[in-house]
C-alpha cells in the first residue's frame, strides 16, 4: 500500500504571499490531519479533517486553514505568509473508524521557507 | 492542557548500550500513548503505541510500558546499534486524531 505523499517537497516563498500544501492519505484512510514543526516551538497540532469535516482545530491564527476533498484528499493553505511560517509541515492519516485515537502514519512532509 | 515532557538530549551511547529515554505526560482522561522516530529529512515513524494502562509496546526491539500511577511511558532499548541514531518523540492523544507530542530526544549512537 502506498504512503501519505505530500506535494510539494520543498517551497521558498516570500512574506506577504500565501501558499497551498496537498496531501494524499493512505487508501482507505479517512482522517487527515496536519502537524507544523520548528526547531523552537517542536511539533504542533494544526487541525484534522474527517470525511470532508474539520473535527478539531489546534491554536493557530485564521490565516491558516484546510480542507478535504470527498476522496479525503487534503489541502492546506497559508495566507500572508510571515518569517515565523518557515517550517516543514507534516500531514498524517489514520484509519480513524470511530473517532478514538489510532495511529497516524506520516508523510515526508513539506519544507517551507519564507523569505 | 495535555503536555508531555521528555529527556533532553542528546543521548550519546556506544553501539550495543542500553538505552532509557524517559517521557512523563499530563492529561485529562485517559490518553493513548506513543513513541514516534524521525530519522534525518524523513517524516515520522510510529514506533509504538499504547493503549491503556499496563499495557507494553514494543517494535524492533524497543518497549515501552503504560504507567498511569507515574504517569509515564519511558522507552527502552536492550542494546542499541548504530541505525538507531534519530530523533525520538513521545506522544499522547485523548481522541480525533490530535497528536501531543514532547520536544524530541536526539540519540547518536557511535560504533
Known amino acids: 500500500k502506498a504512503g501519505v505523499t505530500q506535494t510539494p517537497r520543498y517551497l521558498i516563498k516570500t512574506r506577504g504571499q500565501q501558499v497551498t500544501l496537498s496531501c494524499s492519505p493512505i487508501?482507505?484512510?479517512?482522517?487527515v490531519s496536519w502537524y507544523q514543526q520548528t526547531p523552537g516551538q517542536g511539533l504542533q497540532f494544526l487541525f484534522e479533517?474527517?470525511?470532508?469535516?474539520?473535527?478539531n482545530k489546534g491554536n493557530f491564527p485564521g490565516r491558516f486553514s484546510g480542507r478535504q476533498f470527498s476522496n479525503s484528499r487534503s489541502e492546506m493553505n497559508v495566507s500572508t505568509l510571515e518569517l515565523g511560517d518557515s517550517a516543514l509541515y507534516l500531514c498524517?492519516?489514520?484509519?480513524?473508524?470511530?473517532?478514538?485515537?489510532?495511529?497516524?502514519?506520516f508523510g515526508p512532509g513539506t519544507r517551507l521557507t519564507v523569505t | 492542557g495535555d503536555s508531555v515532557t521528555q529527556m533532553e538530549g542528546p543521548v550519546t551511547l556506544s553501539e550495543e548500550a542500553f538505552l532509557t529515554i524517559n517521557c512523563t505526560y499530563t492529561?485529562?482522561?485517559?490518553?493513548?500513548l506513543f513513541w514516534y522516530v524521525q530519522y534525518p529529512g524523513e517524516g515520522l515513524q510510529l514506533l509504538l503505541k499504547?493503549?491503556?494502562?499496563?499495557d507494553k509496546g514494543s517494535n524492533k526491539g524497543f518497549e515501552a510500558t503504560y504507567r498511569k500511577e507515574t504517569t509515564s511511558f519511558h522507552l527502552e532499548k536492550g542494546s542499541v546499534q548504530v541505525s538507531d541514531s534519530a530523533v525520538y518523540f513521545c506522544?499522547?492523544?485523548?481522541?480525533?486524531?490530535?497528536?501531543?507530542f514532547g520536544t524530541g530526544t536526539r540519540l547518536l549512537v557511535s560504533p
Open positions: 499504547a493503549t491503556k494502562a499496563d
Open positions: 487508501s482507505g484512510h479517512r482522517s
Open positions: 492529561a485529562t482522561g485517559y490518553p493513548s
Open positions: 506522544a499522547l492523544s485523548t481522541g480525533f486524531q490530535k497528536l501531543v
Open positions: 498524517a492519516s489514520s484509519h480513524d473508524t470511530g473517532g478514538v485515537s489510532y495511529e497516524q502514519y
Open positions: 479533517y474527517f470525511s470532508e469535516t474539520q473535527r
